[in-house]
T-cell receptor, first 112, second 118 residues
């Protein structure tokens, strides 16, 4: 069976500090990978998606970036965090050519 | 552009009552997929159902049922005999069949927070 991991689970970072969130998927190969952000009291916003190693598509221009160094690893980064980056970050995967996305447990980021 | 509207922001019901969560969508595609996800207080989104645009059959899974009506662009979700464990935020989502990149992006509604009171 497939599992998806995210870490850390919670993070408190000062404004201007760097960020690295990691997501890994087990039990499948060549998944589509996604990063979403959920701000308090709001819906989910797709930030990035990837259909393969090194292939990243950005949905929202901002100070965040994503990378996919390995087939089942997806990293969300920032060089300098803003207050507005606070939120709940969810990683998801889906099999190529099918449509359900399966979500990880999320990382709750607070920028102070 | 595709859009999903969940007009009910919050709903409270007493345990054992039935409750229906509304979802209205907009898309110009003739082929698309609709989803429901559950987000319990722990935060992780749990996939509940996928329905494609060619299949308007209603679906029942235990206490859960879904009513898909293309004529009104709605995909409503009913929980029968609600339980406290059903308390969560429920999201409806839409995916068009082809995004041009081999990936299938979901457009989510803003969610409906369901509280089931014992």
């Amino acid at each position: 069976s497939q599992t998806i991991h995210q870490w850390p689970a919670t993070l408190v970072q000062p404004v201007g500090s760097p960020l690295s969130l990691e997501c890994t998927v087990e039990g499948t190969s060549n998944p589509n990978l996604y990063w979403y952000r959920q701000a308090a009291g709001r819906g989910l916003q797709l930030l990035f998606y990837s259909v393969g190693i090194g292939q990243i598509s950005s949905e929202v221009p901002q100070n965040l970036s994503a990378s996919r160094p390995q087939d089942r690893q997806f990293i969300l980064s920032s060089k300098k965090l803003l207050l507005s980056d606070s939120g709940f970050y969810l990683c998801a995967w889906s099999r190529s050519r099918t449509y359900e996305q399966y979500f990880g447990p999320g990382t709750r980021l607070t920028v102070t | 552009a595709q859009k999903v509207t969940q007009a009910q922001t919050e709903i409270s019901v007493v345990e054992k009552e039935d409750v229906t969560l509304d979802c209205v969508y907009e898309t110009r595609d003739t082929t698309y997929y609709l989803f429901w996800y559950k987000q319990p207080p722990s935060g992780e989104l749990v996939f509940l159902i996928r329905r494609n645009s060619f299949d308007e059959q209603n679906e029942i899974s235990g206490r859960y049922s879904w009513n898909f009506q293309k004529s009104t662009s709605s995909f409503n979700f009913t929980i029968t005999a609600s339980q406290v464990v059903d308390s969560a935020v429920y999201f409806c989502a839409l995916s068009e069949a082809y995004s041009g990149a081999g990936s299938y992006q979901l457009t989510f509604g803003k969610g409906t927070k369901l509280s089931v009171i014992p």
